[in-house]
Nanobody, 125 residues
Framework: QVQLVESGGGLVQAGGSLRLSCVAS????????MGWFRQAPGKEREFVAA??????????DYAAYVKGRFTISRDNAKDTVYLQMNSLKAADTAVYYC????????????????WGLGTQVTVSS
């Protein structure tokens, strides 16, 4: 069955950086759109970033509140998607989830087919 396993979360001071990883199994990774979402306590889950690989081109999409600070990337040889998070703010504190979707565009569109269990990111101010 499909599994998405996130790692790399933790506690960091404001202004710091973290790199999240998500390893996928049970699917043809290169053909899937991969995304990152987050959910803060008492709030709804929100889109963070997504990436698709097609024709040797990487297409990415970012939420406005992370654009310029976060970078999504993928390594199809390792079935892994990453989220590099820089200049972290207290408002970035949330559980971060990896997701996979079979169809292509728009990158952030719903629904997503598979979800990981999440990794906690806590930013202290």
């Amino acid at each position: 069955q499909v599994q998405l396993v996130e790692s790399g979360g933790g506690l960091v001071q404001a202004g710091g950086s973290l790199r999240l990883s998500c390893v996928a199994s049970g699917l043809t990774f290169s053909t899937y759109v991969m995304g990152w979402f987050r959910q803060a306590p008492g709030k709804e889950r929100e889109f963070v970033a997504a990436i698709r690989w097609s024709g040797n081109i990487y297409y990415t999409d970012y939420a406005a509140y992370v654009k310029g600070r976060f970078t999504i990337s993928r390594d199809n040889a390792k079935d892994t998607v990453y989220l590099q998070m820089n200049s972290l703010k207290a408002a970035d504190t949330a559980v971060y989830y990896c997701a996979a979707r079979r169809s292509g565009a728009p990158l952030r569109s719903e629904p997503w087919d598979y979800w990981g269990l999440g990794t906690q990111v806590t930013v202290s101010s």
